[in-house]
């Protein structure tokens, strides 16, 4: 079946624009994770989905940073007023459950660049 | 310090050659233990999972866990130019404390025809 879909795949804007980056998680996966990738760096965990509650938003790195996910399925991580620090792979991964050993997969990412 | 180091290399090896990449961690509640590959501008994917102590094997691909030390391994025999790619390790657990994986920071391995 189809994986993980995240669009746009890239995202050029200009400093202080906000932008909505989406991912469609595999269908029947209730768990919905998004990470972000800088230059030369691991991932970072922002914050995940148990359905349509993030029982954990930790690493969200500023009150700019938000995210949503409706119907248990399609989730959008918001940026606004974006900072040319905020420019990363933002990368969404969905799982069946949300315990430690189900595992996890990852769509493409979605490669943000702030002017 | 962070909670997983990894080498960010770059690493790189002639064909045939094994290829041998670790990570350290400090955290001892860490359980599940996973090599993640990730091409060039593309996801990671999932190359092998542990959840105990000691050697798993798929192939050329071997991945040691040793708890006591908190160091993970993964070898790589007969590494071929398809191998060229960026090696994250990532860890999870206990059991129910959500499924957050910590990452190292990726080793980018190069193998040469």
């Known amino acids: 079946g189809a994986g993980v879909s995240q669009s746009p795949s890239n995202k050029v804007t200009e400093k202080g624009k906000d932008v909505e980056l989406r991912c469609d998680p595999i269908?029947?996966?209730?768990?919905l994770y998004w990470y972000r990738q800088s230059l030369g760096q691991g991932l970072e965990f922002l914050i995940y989905?148990?359905?349509?509650?993030?029982?954990?938003k930790s690493g969200l790195p500023s009150d700019r940073f938000s995210a949503e996910r409706t119907g248990g399925s399609v989730s959008t991580l918001t940026i606004q007023r974006t900072q040319q620090e905020d420019s990363a792979v933002y990368l969404c991964?969905?799982?069946?459950?949300?315990?430690?050993?189900?595992?996890?997969?990852f769509g493409a990412g979605t490669r943000l660049s702030v002017l | 310090q962070k909670e997983v180091e990894q080498d960010p290399g770059p690493l790189s090896v002639p064909e045939g050659a094994i290829v041998s990449l670790n990570c350290t961690y400090s955290?001892?509640?860490?359980?599940?233990f996973m090599w993640y590959r990730q091409y060039s501008r593309k996801g990671p994917e999932l190359l092998m999972y542990?959840?105990?102590?000691g050697n798993k094997e798929d192939g050329r691909f071997t991945a040691q866990v040793d708890k006591s030390s908190k160091y993970i391994s993964l070898f790589i025999r007969d590494s071929q130019p398809s191998d060229s790619a960026t090696y994250l390790c990532?860890?999870?657990?206990?059991?129910?404390?959500?499924?957050?994986?910590?990452f190292g920071q990726g080793t980018e391995l190069s193998v040469k025809p």
């Open positions: 990532a860890m999870g657990g206990p059991y129910n404390q959500g499924g957050k994986l910590i």
């Open positions: 542990t959840y105990s102590s």
């Open positions: 989905f148990q359905g349509n509650s993030a029982p954990d």
């Open positions: 955290n001892s509640a860490f359980q599940y």
């Open positions: 269908s029947g996966h209730t768990a």
């Open positions: 991964a969905s799982s069946l459950a949300v315990i430690a050993k189900n595992i996890q997969y």
